[in-house]
C-alpha cells in the first residue's frame, strides 16, 4: 500500500524554525517534492529532490531559507524551513513520483506530474 506520512508542522514565530517529515512506502520514488497550500490559494510548489543523486530544486521564495533532503536508507524526505516568514503559513504536502526526470526538466515543480500525495501538515508562522 503506497502511503506518504507526513509530521513536523506546528507553530512557530517569524525568523522560527520547522523540520517536516514524510515518511515513504509501498513505492520506490524516483522524486519527492513539498508543495504548500495557502488559505484561498491554489497549491504551489516549494521544493523537489530526484532520488538517487539528491539534485535539488527551489521555489524562488524559499530559496536560502528552505532546504530538501532525502534518507535513502529510511526513505524519509525533510524540509528544514528556517527564516520563517508569516507567508509561509500554509499547509504543506509531500508528494512522490516513481520518474526522474532530467536536472533542467520542469517537471518537478509541476504537481500534475506527482503520483502519490501525503495527507497534508499545517504550518503556522506568526508576527
Known amino acids: 500500500q503506497v502511503q506518504l506520512v507526513e509530521s513536523g508542522g506546528g507553530w512557530v514565530q517569524t525568523g522560527g524554525s520547522l523540520r517536516l517529515s514524510c515518511a515513504l512506502s509501498?513505492?520506490?520514488?524516483?522524486?519527492a517534492g513539498w508543495f504548500r497550500q495557502a488559505s484561498g490559494k491554489e497549491r504551489e510548489f516549494v521544493a523537489s529532490i530526484r532520488w538517487f543523486d539528491a539534485n535539488t530544486r527551489y521555489a524562488d521564495a524559499v530559496k536560502g531559507r528552505f532546504t530538501i533532503s532525502r534518507d535513502r536508507a529510511k526513505k524519509t524526505v525533510h524540509l528544514q524551513m528556517n527564516g520563517l516568514k508569516p507567508e509561509d503559513t500554509a499547509v504543506y504536502y509531500c508528494a512522490s513520483t516513481p520518474r526522474a526526470y532530467n536536472s533542467g526538466s520542469p517537471y518537478y515543480s509541476d504537481q500534475t506530474k506527482y503520483e502519490h500525495w501525503g495527507q497534508g501538515t499545517q504550518v503556522t508562522v506568526s508576527s
Open positions: 509501498g513505492h520506490t520514488a524516483g522524486a
